[in-house]
């Protein structure tokens, strides 16, 4: 600063221009917004300037230039673009009155001592005011009105409006800078009113939602019907225009799959009409990365991003943004998070046996969740196991069932589904294991035993279906107190069959079944009881006691003997002499 002698800015002035510097220093935040600030200061060329002066500010501008490009190396960056309004972008300007017939559209340059000041007479309707139209429409982020030190007051209440078209009710005549405003100005957005303040600096501020998107034409106007001092004048006038804040163009949200590739693009065609470039890196959880713009135009630049689930969450694109060689400030865009796949999904089912008709659990667990949240469908072959279960932030699902007999040996399955906004983005399926499912065996013992001739095999089979493998044994209880163990011939898991040759000892014995299951209550226990019937013939055989000489025409009686037999003994009698003579009917013994 103390380079820039203050004669270069004294021509016609009343007062010290450093001085002014020093003050409007002062808000700056950064030395890259004054060095800005400097270049847009310097002194325009007049015509009465020598080429050696023009060469000693060509001199500065290089000089400052090169420190502004050694800043933003380093990160510095201008938040903003301030500029005093000037004749060099003022396209045209009416106010209320003209001050010695000077209007302000002519003198409004750095050497005039006044920027602007009217008559002591306001309009018709009590308003001292100043319309400027811009030379190109910008946004405006802020005015400032940098008051006189000699009538401070001046420059108080001036309300500040904004419009992108000319207001309604101009009147102005050709070749005359003043004008008439006779209707309404609900066209144009107030931005804000300058306040009473210690210094002579007065900023208003514009948010966007209060003015244009685009101002072409700026407004100031006071109040001056009560007030005693009815002038309006003002030292400079500075506006602040918004950094062009480029529009990212992003691919829609369910694009962004961990392993996709997206095309990003940057689009500042809506904030500024001067060329305008980006340079943009992508900011992750693991650090920045450059990105090379895959295309270029005057206005916007696109970039291809390999998406990668160890982003972070989210990623952002930050990029700087140059305006015609003005660099501004880096704008910083949240990217959406990455969708990725839940990995490491299993099914755990609870430890203990599994029993039918006994409540269990098991639970979908996962190595990680995924992005977005998981929905865990469940179900045991094709019967749902109920609603729909949102995994919790470690993955994971509970889920209670009651196993069925029939569930032995099926799988739990679980579909793994992963939503954004409705739209399916993922779908998987994880199984458990085999279900290990205990349950009461249903047998079928042998029915109705036909009775057996002795020396013949006794043979039958129970069928058991039960987990774990049932175990059978038969036996039969002699009516003489003994036991007789028969043997089984295993044929399957759930098949035994038993046999035994049969003899007299085992007529009228009990035939006797007992299953059980390992690892089940012994309520579970079946038994099964049959009688069991033998055929047997009489031991020791028939004799006949009977004399040796019989006389006709006299009683003969003898004896029948024979062993015990089943069915019961019956003796039957006849004479025998080739043929059946008679039959003896005399007596029978059983």
């Not at 006071?222 to 691919?251: G, I, T």
Request: proline share 5%; net charge neutral.
């Amino acid at each position: 600063i103390s380079g820039i002698k203050p004669s270069i800015r004294a021509k016609h002035v009343q007062f010290n221009p450093g001085e002014k510097f020093r003050n409007r220093a002062s808000s700056f935040h950064s030395k890259a917004q004054l060095l800005l600030l400097l270049l847009f200061q310097l002194p325009r060329k007049s015509n009465t300037e020598s080429c050696s002066s023009s060469s000693a500010v060509m001199a500065q501008l290089l000089a400052l230039c090169a420190l502004c490009a050694a800043l933003c190396a380093l990160g510095g960056a201008a938040s903003s673009n301030k500029f005093d309004i000037t004749t060099t972008n003022i396209a045209a300007s009416w106010q209320s009155s003209e001050y010695f017939n000077r209007c302000f559209r002519d003198t409004a340059v750095l050497e005039q001592w006044d920027y602007f000041h009217t008559t002591g007479t306001p309009d018709s309707h009590g308003y001292q005011w100043l319309l400027i139209k811009l030379s190109r429409a910008i946004r405006v982020q802020s005015v400032t009105v940098y008051g006189r030190a000699a009538e401070p007051s001046r420059a108080e209440k001036i309300e500040i409006l904004l419009s992108d078209r000319l207001p309604p009710g101009l009147n102005a005549s050709n070749g005359s800078c003043y004008g008439t405003l006779s209707g309404s100005l609900s066209s144009l957005t107030q931005c804000g009113v300058t306040q009473r303040e210690q210094t002579q600096t007065h900023k208003v501020a514009c948010s966007y939602s209060d003015c244009p998107n685009v101002t072409e034409y700026i407004l100031l106007r006071k109040n001056v019907r009560n007030e005693s001092d009815k002038y309006m004048n003002f030292q400079a006038l500075e506006v602040e225009e918004v950094p062009s804040k480029p529009e990212f163009l992003l691919p829609p949200i369910t694009d962004w799959k961990d392993g996709h590739s997206v095309s990003v693009a940057v689009d500042s065609t809506t904030d500024s009409p001067v060329p305008t470039s980006h340079r943009c890196l992508l900011e992750t959880r693991d650090g920045n990365r450059s990105l090379n713009a895959t295309q270029v135009t005057n206005k916007s630049s696109k970039f291809e991003l390999d998406v990668d689930r160890h982003w972070g969450s989210p990623a952002s694109l930050v990029c700087l943004v140059n305006q015609s060689g003005l660099i501004q400030t880096w704008t910083r865009h949240r990217l959406p998070k990455v969708l990725y796949k839940a990995e490491g999904l299993a099914i755990r089912i609870s430890s203990g046996d599994l029993v039918s008709d006994e409540e269990a659990s098991f639970s979908v667990t996962a190595s990680d969740s995924g992005y977005p949240a998981a929905l865990h469908q469940c179900r045991i072959e094709s019967k749902s196991l109920g609603e729909d279960k949102t995994a919790e932030s470690d993955g994971s699902t509970q889920w209670r069932f009651t196993p069925q007999r029939g569930h032995n040996g099926e799988r739990i399955r679980c579909d793994v589904v992963q939503k954004l906004s409705g739209s399916l983005i993922f779908s998987q399926t994880v199984n458990s294991s085999n279900l290990d499912v205990n349950y009461k065996a249903t047998v079928t013992w042998p029915r109705n035993i036909a009775p057996k001739k002795e020396g013949e095999t006794l043979s039958f089979v129970v069928l058991a279906d039960g987990n774990p493998e049932p175990s059978s044994q038969c036996w039969l209880q002699l009516v003489s107190g003994s036991q007789v163990d028969l043997h089984k011939l295993k044929h399957s898991m759930f098949e035994s069959t038993f046999n035994v040759t049969v003899d007299r000892s085992m007529n009228r014995a009990n035939l006797s079944c007992v299953l059980t299951q390992p690892g089940l209550p012994s309520s579970t226990e079946q038994s099964f009881t049959q009688l069991i019937t033998v055929f047997y013939q009489p031991q020791p055989p028939l004799t006949i006691d009977l004399a040796q000489t019989v006389y006709e025409g006299t009683d003969v009686t003898f004896t029948v003997r024979s062993g015990a037999g089943n069915p019961n003994v019956t003796h039957r009698c006849h004479v025998y002499n080739g043929e059946i003579v008679s039959a003896i009917f005399a007596h029978q013994i059983t």
